[in-house]
């Protein structure tokens, strides 16, 4: 059956013939530059470490024809791009072309500060929109991008500039990936418009080919969700052999062609065409003269000329597009097409030989030599090609990398700390001091959370800020009169996006937010909350957010086996590791309400710095942290009410804090034991700390508020000095400077014991690291607390332990 929405027979709008001759050189350009940048890599250059480029050249090739008819014709400078991770050799071809890209990156794809082999946003030079590689998230990158750009207009903001379309190009195995029907759900559910998605239809994933008519499948999901959806099935000349007579017969048998076959067919080319076609139909008159007009040749080009590789009507398609609604256009194409190895099964990985690249150079008419030359092989003058390339609409606009001016962060940030209470609910009580104010700071916050908004104390704030939504829509329920704690109003100026439960649409949407200051040209600070242990349900989106550098503060809540009567499914253990060892995110577990404040004053600083010195930023000399260079927060909370510490938030409390940890006790001169804390355990902390000071002396306790801070201080002073800085002293070794060398240190806290255990390497005491290793279950905090060895009882007898003296007297009172 054929697709219901062919493009064939759309009009092309203001593009003359000449433009497309032009455009079917730089085709060939894309192409060849794409091939000869692989095969440079993997034959010219010498890396000594034999590793061979895969999953590019038959990726590329198959996209080939699309990203000209995009790059070249169909973008304005407002739109932006996901690029299918393979096709990272014909972005960087493109670029150059458009003079954006230098030769030397492209000789160094793939290598040390060469042109990246997945585009990436932070390590390429030419301009990449979203970084993609890790299959799935750049797609829904570009949905929650464009929701992004829609909340930025309904506040008022960046309307100077055109809208831009969100557009992903992606493999149609990529479709695989759960998180991309996660992001179709929501996306319209907030009403998505302005999003194109480009399906690479090769029917080739990396090991196989897919399954017959999953197209139909995707066209039904798509349309069911309110997309247009366009269907690039025939090229021109095979809608024109369709029209010859016979024509409808070879239609109806490219139709019914299993994938399977038909990519066989491409690779064996013209002869094995013609033999399989007279088999199956050629006895049916008018057919078999359309097949025997053609040469082996000709057959093949009929054959291979599927909608993804004609330029016609690809454009065509693109510029019938007359609303903003999202669209999905499916493209079939041929992978690794024009080269030796399309259609193969195995091509995923393919690469060509050094002869059949040498024979592929000849027929695109490439002199050695002159392999990277912009115009070489290209029938048209150089100055044709180079005029049409200047007036590229694409590239005509300047800078699309934009910035916004900070936002100031005044210092403090009041809130009133009730005697006893958690850093939840602290939490919650700062948010709702910010929501009453309008101030700087409290306009470009937004919040979002997959349906746990409440649950993580972001009612207040919300009942104060409304929900957004382009358009308006009232709580029933107050209008009904019904009472409620909460006021779930939509406007086009709310502050607060409301997300189903998908943890992976939250870290894409907090990606997508997290860029606005790049690409609306307008800063946002969002705030993202969810509970603590399903951050590693959307882990991979997390790291994508920071690898493209995305800004925003992530706050989870509850956390940990304090958590206690929910069990063991919802008790985070690997989380604070997740803190450390997550690039780009800082990690902060504050134990006091103080504490939070002072840190998510600092946060919505840092969220904003980009000082970038060179790519890996420099650290500052005081804490050996990358502090100017920015990045995102991490802020693990907790529901547990604890008794308040009332203080004074001095100048130097407020820096210690920040910079991961401060001395709740001094250790004296004597110190046998220190006690080293993070988070909700500090009662047991204090209270251990308390119970052995009569047998152990000058006991120190130190409350640590950013393991990941202090951890990453000391390794980069460590590297310092190893490079010649003799002076280099991070935050922690300063803290330590006093101890004695025979103190021992209990560290706890409630996550994984690694966590802290690192510790004793700094001055090289010994560390007793307690913590949870194992799943929790339900309990009371107390019994839980108890079983899994993080009371005081535990930390006094690990400090008995660890630092040997007389019995610890209190030991048996708790
Ligand atoms: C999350 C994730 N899983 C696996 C991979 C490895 N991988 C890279 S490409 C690919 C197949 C892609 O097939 P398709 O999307 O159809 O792309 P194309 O045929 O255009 O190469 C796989 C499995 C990945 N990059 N990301
Ligand atoms: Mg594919």
């Known amino acids: 059956m054929a697709p219901s929405s062919l493009a064939r027979d759309l009009p092309i709008k203001d593009l003359a013939m000449k433009d497309l001759a032009i455009l079917a050189e730089l085709e060939r350009k894309v192409l060849w530059l794409a091939t000869w940048t692989i095969h440079h890599a993997n ?278 597009v007359d609303h903003d609604r999202p669209v999905c256009f499916i493209a079939y194409t041929i992978k690794g097409y024009g080269l030796p190895f399309a259609g193969h099964k195995d091509n995923h990985a393919g690469l060509m030989t050094p002869a059949q690249t040498e024979t592929f150079q000849r027929l695109m008419n490439i002199r050695p030599g002159h392999e990277w030359d912009p115009f070489e092989g290209l029938s048209q003058p150089a100055e044709n090609i180079q005029a049409f390339l200047n007036s590229v609409p694409f590239a005509s606009g300047g800078e699309r990398r934009l910035q916004a001016a900070r936002i100031a962060v005044p210092a403090d940030l009041p809130v009133p700390i009730q005697p006893k209470t958690s850093t939840q609910a602290g939490f919650g009580a700062l948010l709702n001091e910010i929501a009453r104010h309008d101030t700087p700071l409290a306009a470009p916050i937004v919040t979002t959370s997959p349906d746990v908004t409440v649950s993580t104390s972001l009612g207040s704030w919300v009942n104060r800020r409304g929900l957004f939504a382009r358009e308006a829509l009232a709580d029933t329920f107050k209008s009904e009169r019904i009472p409620s704690t909460f006021n779930w109003d939509f406007s086009p100026t709310g502050q607060h996006i409301e997300l189903g439960i998908a943890e992976m649409n939250l870290f894409i949407a907090l990606s997508a937010l997290g860029l606005s200051h790049a690409i609306n040209g307008e800063r946002l600070l969002p705030i993202g909350t969810l509970y603590d242990p399903f951050i590693a349900r959307g882990l991979d989106a997390l790291n994508y957010a920071c690898y493209q550098d995305a800004r925003f503060i992530l706050v989870a809540t509850p956390s940990g086996i304090t958590l206690a009567p929910e069990g063991g499914a919802h008790q985070s253990i690997a989380e604070p590791l997740i803190g450390i060892a997550q690039d780009g995110l800082a990690a902060f577990e504050p134990g006091y309400v103080d504490e939070l404040a002072a840190i998510l004053a600092f946060a919505f600083d840092y969220i904003q710095r980009d000082a970038q010195k060179d790519a890996e930023g420099e650290p500052s000399e005081r804490n050996w942290l990358r502090d100017e260079t920015g990045g995102s927060i991490y802020l693990r909370l907790s529901t547990r009410p604890i008794e308040q510490i009332e203080r004074p938030m001095t100048p130097a409390l407020r820096q210690a804090i920040v910079d991961g940890a401060y001395w709740l006790r001094e250790p004296g001169p004597n110190c046998q034991v220190v006690v080293a804390y993070t988070g909700a355990v500090a009662p047991e902390a204090i209270q251990a700390v308390g119970l052995m000071a009569e047998d152990r002396r000058d006991v120190g306790l130190l409350a640590i508020t950013s393991a990941d801070r202090l951890n990453a201080g000391w390794t980069a002073a460590c590297r310092a000095r190893e490079r010649g800085l003799v002076h280099a002293r991070c935050h922690i070794e300063r803290l330590f400077a006093g101890l004695p060398r025979h103190c021992g240190i209990v560290s706890v806290l409630d996550g994984h014991p690694a966590t802290l255990a690192w510790l004793g390497a700094v001055q090289g005491h010994r560390v007793r690291p307690l913590g949870v290793e194992h799943f929790g279950q339900t309990g009371s905090i107390e019994d839980l607390y108890r079983h899994y060895g993080i009371d005081a009882h535990a930390i006094i007898a690990a400090a008995e332990t660890i630092a040997p003296g007389r019995p610890i007297r209190h030991l048996g009172v708790v």
């Open 43 to 320: 034959h010219l250059r010498d890396n000594g470490d034999g590793l061979k480029v895969g999953g590019h050249q038959a990726s590329s090739a198959s996209l080939a024809t699309i990203m000209t008819a995009l790059y070249f014709h169909s973008l304005r400078p407002a739109d932006r791009v996901a690029v299918k991770p393979h096709a990272a050799p014909n972005f960087h071809a493109i670029q150059y072309l458009l003079g954006r890209q230098s030769r030397a990156k492209l000789e160094d794809f793939r290598g040390y500060k060469g042109a990246q082999s997945y585009p990436s946003r932070t390590k390429d030079t030419d301009d990449v929109d979203f970084s993609t590689g890790s299959v799935g998230l750049g797609v829904a990158q570009t949905l929650f991008s464009s929701l992004a750009q829609d909340y930025v207009r309904a506040h008022g903001w960046g309307r100077k500039r055109p809208e831009g379309r969100m557009i992903a190009l992606l493999g149609d195995a990529e479709l695989d990936e759960g998180n991309i029907f996660e992001a179709i759900l929501e996306g319209w559910k907030q009403g998505l418009r302005n999003c194109w998605w480009i399906v690479d239809y090769n029917r080739q994933s990396l090991d196989a080919v897919v399954r017959e008519g999953l197209w139909e499948r995707y066209e039904n999901l798509f349309r069911n969700f309110g997309w247009d959806v366009v269907v690039l099935k025939y090229g021109a000349l095979q809608q024109a052999a369709f029209a010859e007579p016979g024509g409808e017969v070879l239609r109806q048998w490219i139709d019914n062609c299993p994938n399977q076959l038909y990519s066989a067919l491409v690779f064996q080319g013209g002869a094995a065409w013609r033999k399989r076609l007279n088999d199956e139909i050629g006895d049916q008159g008018p057919v078999t003269r359309l097949i025997e007009r053609r040469s082996d040749d000709d057959l093949s080009q009929l054959m291979n000329n599927l909608g993804g590789h004609d330029l016609a009507s690809i454009i065509a398609a693109f510029d019938a």
